[in-house]
T-cell receptor, first 112, second 112 residues
Framework: DTGVSQDPRHKITKRGQNVTFRCDPI?????LYWYRQTLGQGPEFLTY????????KSRLLSDRFSAERPKGSFSTLEIQRTEQGDSAMYLC??????????FGPGTRLTVL | DQQVKQNSPSLSVQEGRISILNCDYT??????FLWYKKYPAEGPTFLIS?????DKNEDGRFTVFLNKSAKHLSLHIVPSQPGDSAVYFC???????????FGTGTRLKVLA
């Protein structure tokens, strides 16, 4: 399968714990995006990378959130000191410089 | 500020008939428009796209129409099939930032 993959698919954690998600994009795609989706809403932009450079972060992304793409391939999204409001589906997508973004299956985070 | 709007949260259509999903946008910097289909607990799946320099793009049963003067696009599915039942998201790409901005989705139900 050469699509976008995300790990884990589901994560249940207690409030205050740190969590980290991984995204592996389509191999030739140089752009990588992170989105968050809650029930009844469309995906909301969080941040994106071109190769290893993080080009933009949404105001939605508090200081507790950090994302990296160290070698311009896979990316990680870390949430520190999780809160119940962080519960959502976290989506990763990748694209070429022009063209469509292709999404992974998402990581469902539940913060208890 | 909702830059991409899908004003119909739901739509029901009989099998074999045409489904028309609508989307409005406000940002003149959008240069590329996309439709995604989403099933529960999965990431969005790319369906069809259109560049801002075109007014129509067709792919099998799916056709997207773009009216730039009205800042409106629509997705036509004909004939509709029960397997088309899903949530459909309209998205637009900002030509300056390359972010994809999503609408809130329309839930399509195709009745057999």
């Amino acid at each position: 399968d050469t699509g976008v993959s995300q790990d884990p698919r589901h994560k249940i954690t207690k409030r205050g714990q740190n969590v980290t998600f991984r995204c592996d994009p389509i191999s030739e795609h140089n752009r990588l995006y992170w989105y968050r989706q809650t029930l009844g809403q469309g995906p909301e932009f969080l941040t994106y990378f071109q190769n290893e450079a993080q080009l933009e972060k949404s105001r939605l992304l508090s200081d507790r959130f950090s994302a990296e793409r160290p070698k311009g391939s896979f990316s990680t999204l870390e949430i520190q000191r999780t809160e119940q409001g962080d519960s959502a589906m976290y989506l990763c997508a990748s694209s070429l410089e022009t063209g469509e973004a292709f999404f992974g299956p998402g990581t469902r985070l539940t913060v208890l | 500020d909702q830059q991409v709007k899908q004003n119909s949260p739901s739509l029901s259509v009989q099998e074999g008939r045409i489904s028309i999903l609508n989307c409005d946008y406000t940002n003149s910097m959008f240069d590329y428009f996309l439709w995604y289909k989403k099933y529960p607990a999965e990431g969005p799946t790319f369906l069809i796209s259109i560049s801002s320099i075109k007014d129509k793009n067709e792919d099998g049963r799916f056709t997207v129409f773009l009216n730039k003067s009205a800042k409106h696009l629509s997705l036509h599915i004909v004939p509709s099939q029960p397997g088309d039942s899903a949530v459909y998201f309209c998205a637009a790409r900002d030509s300056g930032t390359y972010k994809y901005i999503f609408g809130t989705g329309t839930r399509l139900k195709v009745l057999a």
